[in-house]
């Protein structure tokens, strides 16, 4: 005999009769019709999900008129084969336009199936079977150890209370009536027992005789029905399987059909604007606000599907198995997700992926593809984990394409984890919690709850907090997953049963499933872990048992749950997504226009684009500047770097010398020595500052334009010193500026008398200048004068005083010899400190040779400038070569000649490196700068901040996500 179950494991088995069976004859009474009738067996070709009853308008039961003809399953099959074969003519042979009619003939011919509504009436359900199974089993545990004998044992209680009740009383009656008998006739010798009381004896013994005989047939009974049930089940599961194996293989062949059409419509409008499906629309809405609402705030409540789950509990194999590929990185034992990785589901000709921010497409079919999509999702998981954290909130966004594949948004969350192992950081625990949080408070977020069914219920962590975030379990999907590694281990099979019917957890869902997800090597395919999958249910215990329904097994029936729950969500909520982005949208507009009127509303890239713009135009304008303005501003830069260097190491030695001579020797050598070594460096180093200084002039200069923003000045800042700190002048300029320097001041000839004069105005300036500095720095040394005292109220300090009585002392000494030389002998140093003491200044050899130095040089500077002077109408006698005769000695002006030959030599060739080469490798240097930040995101929003550029920001991305929404759901109305 055969029964079936309504609806419970997504395909209806119709039965119209069974040959010559009892149930079979009592249906037919009426009729008196016991002939033979076939068992038909019509498949349902729909997905059925646990989350909705089974809908579809069924016809009656056929009539006796229109009955199923006797060559029934046949013609069914024929009508099948005819249907699927005039579905692959039409599709093959069809082109865009007949892809309609092609939909049109499917949507017919599953319309055609036979109707099986009248066996919902008819037979009983999965819970009625389930509970006459259990009432049939108890009631065997009952009776399986009934004694049919008459006995006084306690079990035949057990054959019924009032029975048992009634014999024990009847017992006693007649026990007392005979002991009272016995005790009347003590001398006769009958017996305890009368014939009523054997009589009742008997009768009572037939009575529980007959009561076991019943029993025993009971007892059969329940045990022939409970064998024709498992039978039932067994041929329900093989039957199943079998049409699950025809559906499969008409979705592969209608995959194909598919495929060609998308192929060949796609081959004849390559060359328009390519519609984009439904779920690609979604997932560019997901990807504005992953950008736009980096912190997951409350206002981006659309729905996503979020896996959650404990580390290691099969998540990410979850995953793989709905994309139907194996791009995520493994690790024995070791956290691989550090990153939320969102994937987007859709269909499409070829199994392909490809990241967001990428061009790049990875074939899924070929292995080595695979494996670089693993390394480059490992690769961005890692870039993502920065200043030494274990996770990252930053979202790898990833698009998965092929055919048959459910179209749905999934959020792979790294895994909960208990314990932070050393090479963890140490908040790694809070901060997966959360992330985790942070994706399931979303009220439209569907948790999809991932718990390792190989491991104790009571060492989970994810059910705890799926339950605090969602109590209810109104957006809840239970997987369990490594369902074979459970049925080896555990022993009582009723624990996997609470687990899947919300009993054993302190969790509620929408649905519970049990898949395996291979048999854990990371070498199987995804096809190997079907077979596998499709194997171990077919086999197991459990499935056999009823512990598991079939609508609640295998990754293919929860991935089209999930697809079902994930879009009855989008539709109930993304139009009240929409609109609070509108009325967002709304907010910041209003005040843009009370705050920034008369200004552009401007996004961090725009703003960066402009500020490109105007600094790249000031570099344009070095070229405005004209010869004469560069050598100038080189000449003094070089001049104010190297007068320490002259008047110190070459000009003061020289002068010490006693003859003209001397002078000359000293200073050539002294100047060969500082051509040879530092002198082309330091002028390169002039010539950057000096190409650094102009430029900072224009950018200083635009900042007084009625134009200029203030609001790219730490931008323009900040690129000009990276481009100035990168920037190195050529290695050949300080080759050639030793060259024409070393033949400069080699020359010692003043060709006519306006270089004679423009010599000693230089030096006299030169002089002056440095007089000037050593008059402050003995200022200083003595403090105020008299008069300042008496004006300024200012006074000197003790050491200031002493300073002053030995200046006194020594400016006596250089008053006594006028050329004296720069150095004091011990006994002139011996008669300053004994001329201070005697005026009650103790001081020491140091300090009267620390005041000598300033003293000396002002005396020197005083000489030399006077020697300037007398030498201005010596000209014609140094060029006769008779200055000696006049008593004039003009070397100093000669040394200075050369120097100043040397400085306008040297300016001239920077001048022309500056504007030939270096202007443009500095602006080569802005433009690599300025593309490196425009890269950078971080240093854009570091550069270019405050509340009008967050503004602006924030008011472009709420219009496109806006925008994006009303386009989709545009577009999902017109599908509906």
Known sequence: MQKLVKGRFGYI???????????????????????KVRTVVVPVVRHYSSLRPLRGDLLKFPGPNYGIPSRGIGMIVARVLRGALKIRYLLLGGTIAGGSALAKTYEQWKEALPDTKFLEELMPSQEELDAIRTALISYRDKIKDSVPDFTLDPKLKELGESKYDQLVLWFKERLDDAIKAAEEEKTEGSGFFTDDFSSD????????????????????????????????????????????????RLEKENKELRKSLMLRAGDKIAHKKIKKSLIDMYSEVLDELCDYDSSYDTQDHLPRVVVVGDQSSGKTSVLEMVAQARIFPRGAGEMMTRAPVMVTLSEGPYHIASFKDSTREFDLTKESELSELRKEVELRMLNSVRLGRTVSHEVISMTVKGPGLQRMVLVDLPGIISTVTTDMASDTREAIRSISEQYMSNPNAIILCIQDGSVDAERSNVTDLVSQMDPQGKRTIFVLTKVDLAEENLTNPDRIRKILSGKLFPMKALGYFAVVTG???????IQAIKDYEESFFRNS??????????????TRNLSFAVSECF????????????DAFKATRFNLETEWKNNFPRTRELDRDELFEKARGEILDEVVNLSQVSPKQWEDALSKKMWDKMVTHIFENIYLPAAQTENSGTFNTTADIKLKQWADGMLPKKCVEVGWETLEDEFRKFMERAKNSKDHDDIFDSLKACVVDEAMRRHEWEDKAADVLRVIQLNALEDRSVHDKQQWDAACKFLEESVKDKLHTTESTLREMVGPSTKEQWMYWSYPTEEQKRRAAVKSELENILKSDYKHKNTLTYDEVTQVRKNAQAQGVDVDNEFIRETWHPVYRRHFLRRALAKAYDCRKAFYAYHQGLEG?????CNDVVLFWRIQQMIRITANA?????????????????????????????????LLTGRRVMLAEELKRVRQIQEKLEEFIYALNAEK
Do not use: P
């Open 910 to 942: 920077l001048r022309q490196q500056v504007m030939n080469r270096e202007a443009r490798r500095l602006e080569k240097e802005i433009k690599e700068v300025l593309e490196e930040y425009g890269c950078d995101r971080d240093k854009k929003e570091h």
């Open 519 to 525: 048999k854990g090597s990371k070498e199987d395919s």
């Open 567 to 578: 879009w009855k969500m989008v539709r109930d909520t993304v139009e009240q997504q929409a």
């Open 201 to 248: 004896l008997k009768q009572h013994a037939i009575s529980f005789s007959a009561m076991g005989s019943a029993a025993e047939k009971e007892r059969e009974k329940a045990e022939t029905i409970r064998e024709k049930y498992e039978s039932l089940q067994e041929e329900l599961m093989q039957v199943q399987l079998k049409y699950q194996k025809e559906v499969e």
């Open 541 to 554: 215990r459990l499935f056999k048992g009823g512990v598991i329904n079939s609508h609640q097994c295998t």
């Open 885 to 889: 005769e006049l008593g004039v000695e």
């Open 13 to 35: 088995i119709r039965v119209v009769g069974v040959s010559q069976s009892r149930w079979a004859r009592q249906m037919l009474t009426s009729r008196q019709d016991h002939e």
